[in-house]
Structures are given as structure tokens and as C-alpha cells.
């Protein structure tokens, strides 16, 4: 269980606000600055990676538990936030609990101040201690001849024992166990102490106690989860729990002379021990444990805004981002040297990219990564998330890369339309403006790139057209009656022209766009949901929400779903560079390739639920960019990851549509 963590925050996305423009001809928008995060075009150096959280994040964060108390919440509140499935209940707080000195294991020499030793039951020196290892299983004390059997140190007044330990001293209550037959290799010290001297001596090792001073109930939430913690982890392992990180940080006796740290504070987090004396968390639900057992509640200092699941429901943490808790560790960017990677996996030889292959799903960047493949010029490896953190000192397994090497798709970022009628650029893409705030006839609902990606169009249901940056104004049917409500559009390869389509699959071209056909008198089983020109733009498909696919012009017809049981209806399409294939996906986000179109994955083949709105081609079509209604984007194949709507600031909580930026 790490210690309280810190590190440097960052922005992973910027939105930048723009006047909207009225519909009509207009000049070209100046262009508003790009946000960070560009992918890079040949092998990096160093990987840079932006990401959420610090530690493992399986139940509760620290952090959010402080954001939480901040904002009212009591301890039960939090606790119940964090660990689902469990409830509050008492133990006696007249137990004891050994804790593994890790510091002193294999110590040749373990000096005492303010102990009496005990052998057997039988007092051998008092005072200043000292405790020698002769050999094997045997020690000395004071010098005296060497003794079988474990040396037993108990306080010879009201004071604690103090211990030396490398660098300094450190006071501990309770007793102290000189153990002389090594355990598993190790020769081992053990604090015999009182289950609440023990916690007391766990909260302000963990938790700041200075938290006191404005979020007592973060510090007893701490309390709770480090007693339950550790009688769950001692009733596991059948032995002592250990004092550092891989258990949970233990330092003795804080309140005593020379006490490593927080000393000016340890009074709020004695409180929140004293506050909660005797209460644990026991499992009530099947995936924490036994009913009625004290549940393990694991924690760490920053889930990111999603805890990680496992025995404990995943859960959202508003609390990790509260702005008065001033958590570093919610948003963080780290780079790693390209060395580092090859001596983590050797076998890859020179380093050239990253592609995450599978997310959790929750959150922001499509959630915490569950595995990537790591490529280099003499092959690739799998693995998980947690062993690429690991491996490489990252502060979680939540990150995304902003320059994943070759395989970026072409893409240096991507934007996405909100429900607002906003703009949301991510990675290299820029904001030339929106039509947020304006007052339209009808909502915004979909935009089109220029093929130069130096501006885009926005389109209204009525077909009115919001031109920005380089885009032109070519026509709109604002003025036209139309039978069903315009919910898309697709622009030329030239960009001199657009075609708009309807939902009755009208088509109405403007510019050097060509009229090749629509369903627009067709009587269709399901309404059209989108439409894909091909590469010559000498013809374009129309798909239906059932997967009935109309091709026109030198559109060719290589399958459809329509006489197929959908789980979920289609709701877009893609097709192939060579315009020899397309893809469909649902609204579950399933996935359908016919012609040479390839298939990268889905939501329900990495067990994500979702709703898509929108799909969009990397430019290199080695995968594609699946966008969730919330925001979240899903990228596939060799598509990069820079971000979610949702973590895009005045992100209006619904997502329309998606296109990526070409680097």
C-alpha cells in the first residue's frame, strides 16, 4: 500500500473557446492554438504518456477521500463510496497485531533503549539492550553467553522502546521480538503491539495528519480502512503484517520524541483513530469475501476519478478531483526513455511504438489499460497494464501515449462535437470555432473536416451550414422544406463541395459535389443513419440502421447486415482507403467488416458497455476511433488515444460525432 503520494499535475486537454459564425458565406476564422499532445511521425526517443491516478486503485483514494471530507461527506459516506459490498461492524480494540520490522531483517546487532529482555519467560537484562546474533538460531544480550529461543522486549516504564534503525531511531509501543531462527530466509523483528497503537501508528504515515485541520473524516475514513486492512491481511497470511509500502506504511509510535513524521499533527490523526476505535469493514456481498469476515480493503493515494473493481465494485470518485484538495496526482504527464523500454523487454530490440490493445472502460482515455503490445524491430510483446506501469515507474495503469511512434493511424488528434454545438479539439487538432451559445433554428448534430484539416463544417437538422477556418460556403437547404430532418454530411476529397442526407436517405449536393442517387422515394424497412462518399468521390454509400446498405455511383456492394438479428442497431460507417470495403458499428459498439475492410476489436470484445454515437477511420485505415455518448473515445487498431470529451473543459456531458486529425 504506497505512502501518501505526490507529483506534478497537468492539463491532458484544452479547449479553446471561439465566437460562433453565422450561417452563410464567411471568411476564414482565425486559427485558435492547438492543444498539447501531438503524435509523432517516426520512432521517439522517450514515450510520453499523460494519465490519472497514483497506485493501484482498488478501493478507496486517498486523495478522494480528503475531496470528499472537504465537501461534507462524513466517514460512513466515504467508506461506503469506496467499499461496496461491505458494511460497518466492531472488534474488540484489546486485540494485538505483529508487525514484520522490515527495516531490521537480518540486522546483525537490534539496540533497545527502555526494555527488559526476556528468554523463556525469564528476565535476562534490563535498560539499554543489546541483541546479538552468534549464529543460526541463537543470541546474545548484553554480551551474555548465547541462548536458544526468541529474546522478548517489553517497555520497563510508561515510555515506548526505542529501536535503532538505519539512518535514526524509531519508538515503538507494545513489544518487541528478536525472533532467532530465521523465517523464510530472513532473520526477523517483530512489534507485538495493541491493534489501535498500531493504527495510530498507520494513519499519519499514510495519510497527511494535517488533514485534520479542514477533512477529519478522510483521516478516520483512513483509520477504518488500515484497521480492517490489517487484520484482514494478518488473518491471510497466518503471520505478521509488514511496515512498509507493500503492506501498509507503519512508524511506530508517532507521538513520541523524535517521531519521523507529521509530528505537529499527529493530535488530528489520534483523534480520527480514537473516532473510530474498534470499527472495521465486514463483507456483506459475495465478491468481498466470506459474509461477517473483515474485508481487505486495499487503497491507494489517487484513483484518477474511477476505482480500478475487483473485490469492490468500480466506482466513480468525484472526490480525487476536487480542486481544494489539490490532488497532483489526478491528471499527471511523464516521458520514459526509449532505453528504458528496451531493457524492460529486450527482446523487442530497438523500440518503435505502443498500441493499447484493451481498456476497462471507465473514465476518461477509455479507462485503465488492461493490455498493449510493445513493438520493435525484432518483434513484440503482450502485457498487461499494471506490468507496463510497473516496469516503467508509472504512477498507474491508467495512461494513454501522445506520441505512440509509427503506428498513430496518421493521426496527431482528433475532434469531437458536443451536444452543445461545441468544438472540442484533442491532440494536434484546433478549434476554428463553434456555433456553442448561438441561438439556431435547429441543434447542431454533425461537422466535416476541409481535406486540408484547416477548418470544418457544422450541420444543423434543417441543413443549415456553420463554415470555420478554411471551409467554404457552398449552400445549405436552411430555406428548403424537407421531408426528414438532415443528420449528416461528407465533403468532397477537393473539399469544393458537400453532399448533406437525410434521414429518409434524401441526398442534396452542394459545390463540385455529384448527385448519384438516394433513397429519398425508396421505401426503407429502417431510417438511414449514415452515409460514406468513395475515394474518387464518383459515388457514396448510404447505410440504414438495420445495416442495409444502397450504393450509388461507382459505389460497390460487398454485404450488409440487413437480413441479420442486430443486438444493437448501426449507427455509422467507414469505408476502406481503396473504397473495396466498409465497416459498420452498432450502437453497442459492435463491430461488422465486408469487402477487405479489417477487423480491430469492439466494445463487447474488450467487456466494454457503451453507448456509440459516431465512428471515425484513422487516415492510414490500420483502425478506427469508436466514440461513446458521454465522450469517451475507444481507439482500435492503430488508432492513438488523446482523451474524452469528458475531460475536456465546458464538455456539455453528450457527444454527436468525431473526426481525427491528420499529422
Known amino acids: 500500500m504506497p505512502r501518501f503520494v505526490t507529483g506534478a499535475a497537468v492539463l491532458t486537454a484544452a479547449l479553446v473557446a471561439a465566437a460562433p459564425l453565422a450561417a452563410g458565406p464567411a ?44 465537501t461534507g461527506w462524513n466517514v460512513n459516506q466515504i467508506l461506503n463510496q469506496y467499499y461496496g459490498g461491505t458494511a460497518a461492524s466492531a472488534v474488540s480494540t484489546a486485540q494485538t497485531i505483529d508487525v514484520r520490522l522490515d527495516e531490521l531483517d537480518n540486522a546483525s546487532t537490534i539496540t533497545a533503549q527502555g526494555a527488559t529482555a526476556y528468554v523463556g519467560g525469564a528476565q535476562v537484562a534490563t535498560g539499554p539492550v543489546t541483541v546479538t546474533r552468534v549464529n543460526g538460531s541463537q543470541l546474545s544480550v548484553n554480551g551474555a553467553p548465547a541462548q536458544s529461543g526468541d529474546v522478548t522486549l517489553v517497555p520497563s516504564g510508561a515510555g515506548p522502546i526505542v529501536l535503532a534503525i538505519p539512518g535514526g531511531t524509531r519508538a515503538y509501543k507494545g513489544n518487541i521480538v528478536v525472533k532467532a531462527a530465521p523465517i523464510g530466509g530472513y532473520a526477523q523483528v517483530w512489534n507485538t503491539v495493541g491493534i489501535e497503537d498500531y493504527v495510530a501508528g498507520v494513519v499519519p504515515a499514510e495519510s497527511p495528519a494535517s488533514w485534520g485541520t479542514n477533512g477529519p473524516a478522510a483521516l478516520q475514513a483512513q483509520a477504518v480502512a488500515a484497521r480492517s486492512y490489517a487484520l ?75 476505482t480500478a473493481g475487483g473485490a469492490f465494485s468500480a466506482a466513480v470518485d468525484d472526490g480525487d478531483g476536487v480542486a481544494q484538495a489539490g490532488n497532483p496526482n489526478h491528471d499527471w504527464s511523464q516521458t520514459v526513455p526509449a532505453s528504458s523500454i528496451e531493457a524492460a523487454w529486450p527482446s523487442i530490440g530497438t523500440f518503435e511504438s505502443i498500441t493499447v490493445t484493451a ?29 507496463f506501469a510497473a516496469n516503467l515507474g508509472l504512477r498507474s495503469d491508467w495512461f494513454a501515449p ?46 466535416a473536416p476541409t481535406a486540408d484539416q484547416a477548418g470544418y463544417w457544422l450541420v444543423a437538422a434543417d441543413g443549415g451550414i456553420f463554415q470555420f477556418g478554411d471551409a467554404r460556403f457552398y449552400g445549405s437547404t436552411g430555406n428548403v422544406h424537407l421531408n426528414r430532418p438532415v443528420i449528416g454530411m461528407t465533403a468532397t476529397a477537393d473539399s469544393a463541395g458537400y453532399w448533406l442526407f437525410a434521414g429518409d ?55 450488409s447486415t440487413g437480413n441479420v438479428h442486430l443486438n444493437q442497431p448501426v ?16 450502437r453497442d459498439g459492435g463491430i461488422f467488416q465486408f469487402g477487405d475492410a479489417k477487423y480491430y476489436g469492439s466494445l463487447p470484445g474488450i467487456g466494454v458497455s457503451d453507448t456509440v454515437v459516431a465512428v471515425a477511420p484513422t487516415a492510414d485505415g490500420g483502425g478506427y476511433l469508436i466514440l461513446g455518448a458521454g465522450g469517451t473515445v475507444y481507439p482500435f487498431g492503430d488508432a492513438p488515444s488523446y482523451g474524452n470529451g469528458n475531460s475536456a473543459p465546458g464538455w456539455p456531458g453528450r457527444a454527436l460525432d468525431i473526426f481525427g486529425h491528420k499529422g
Open 359 to 387: 481498456r476497462n472502460g471507465l473514465g476518461d482515455l477509455g479507462g485503465r489499460v488492461k493490455s498493449l503490445v510493445v513493438s520493435g524491430t525484432a518483434g513484440s510483446v503482450t502485457v498487461s497494464g499494471d506490468s
Open 505 to 559: 436517405g434524401g441526398v442534396f449536393q452542394f459545390g463540385d459535389a455529384g448527385f448519384y442517387g438516394s433513397t429519398g422515394n425508396v421505401h426503407l424497412n429502417q431510417p438511414i443513419v449514415g452515409m460514406a462518399p468513395t475515394p474518387d468521390g464518383k459515388g457514396y454509400w448510404l447505410v440504414a440502421s438495420d445495416g442495409g446498405i444502397f450504393d450509388f455511383g461507382d459505389a460497390g456492394f460487398y454485404g
Open 232 to 306: 484482514s491481511y494478518v488473518r491471510a497470511a497466518g503471520g505478521p503484517i509488514c511496515d512498509t509500502t507493500y503492506c501498509q506504511v507503519y512508524d511506530g509510535d508517532q507521538d513520541a520524541a523524535g517521531n519521523p513524521t507529521n509530528s505537529a499533527y499527529t493530535t488530528y490523526s489520534d483523534a480520527a483513530v480514537q473516532a473510530t476505535a474498534g470499527v472495521v469493514r465486514t463483507c456483506t456481498a459475495a465478491a468481498c469475501g466470506t459474509p461477517g469476515q473483515v474485508a481487505f480493503t486495499e487503497f491507494s493515494s489517487s484513483t484518477g476519478g474511477w
Open 27 to 70: 471568411s476564414a476564422a482565425t486559427p485558435a492554438a492547438a492543444s498539447a499532445g501531438v503524435a509523432a511521425t517516426s520512432v521517439p526517443s522517450e514515450l510520453a504518456l499523460v494519465g490519472h491516478g497514483y497506485g493501484h486503485g482498488r478501493g478507496m483514494g486517498q486523495y478522494g477521500a480528503y475531496g470528499y471530507a472537504l
Open 571 to 586: 449507427v455509422g460507417m467507414v469505408p476502406t482507403a481503396d473504397g473495396k470495403g466498409y465497416t459498420l458499428v452498432a
Open 402 to 447: 501522445t506520441n505512440v511512434g509509427r503506428p498513430s493511424g496518421g493521426l496527431d488528434g482528433y475532434w469531437l462535437l458536443g451536444s452543445d454545438g461545441g468544438v472540442y479539439p484533442f491532440g494536434g487538432a484546433v478549434n476554428y470555432g463553434s456555433t456553442k451559445g448561438a441561438a439556431l433554428n435547429a441543434p447542431v448534430l454533425a461537422m
